[in-house]
Nanobody, 127 residues
Framework: QLRLVESGGGLVQAGGSLRLSCAAS????????MSWFRQRSGKEREFVGG????????YFADFVKDRFIISTDDAKNTVYLQMLSLVPEDTGVYYC????????????????????WGQGTQVTVSS
């Protein structure tokens, strides 16, 4: 079955950290570009960070400011989003997504035309 399952969300105080997991089944995580998006209350879904697997480093939105890290466990076919120095503005539902397409540049990861999405995991950062 082709799907992505996120986990690892929760409640954390400002300045704290969380590690989100995105476990893939039916598709190898390195076969296609993968990204993380988030949707904050009352806001449009926005790109957080992603990776094309073509030798690039992970690419992040400007608001991340070196606070987040993308890593993988290939044996578990899982992608992680390590979030450090969290602020209340990071509160939202976080989604991972996989895109069945080749992308010409890292910036193309920002386009949310992904064909496979997880169900989302809630992250709440208290002040």
């Amino acid at each position: 079955q082709l799907r992505l399952v996120e986990s690892g969300g929760g409640l954390v105080q400002a300045g704290g950290s969380l590690r989100l997991s995105c476990a893939a089944s039916g598709r190898n995580i390195r076969s296609y570009p993968m990204s993380w998006f988030r949707q904050r209350s009352g806001k449009e879904r926005e790109f957080v960070g992603g990776i094309r697997w073509s030798g690039d480093n992970p690419y992040f939105a400007d608001f991340v400011k070196d606070r987040f890290i993308i890593s993988t466990d290939d044996a578990k076919n899982t992608v992680y989003l390590q979030m450090l120095s969290l602020v209340p503005e990071d509160t939202g539902v976080y989604y991972c997504a996989s895109r069945n397409a080749a992308l010409l540049s890292p910036r193309d990861l920002e386009n949310d035309e992904y064909d496979l999405w997880g169900q989302g995991t809630q992250v709440t950062v208290s002040s």
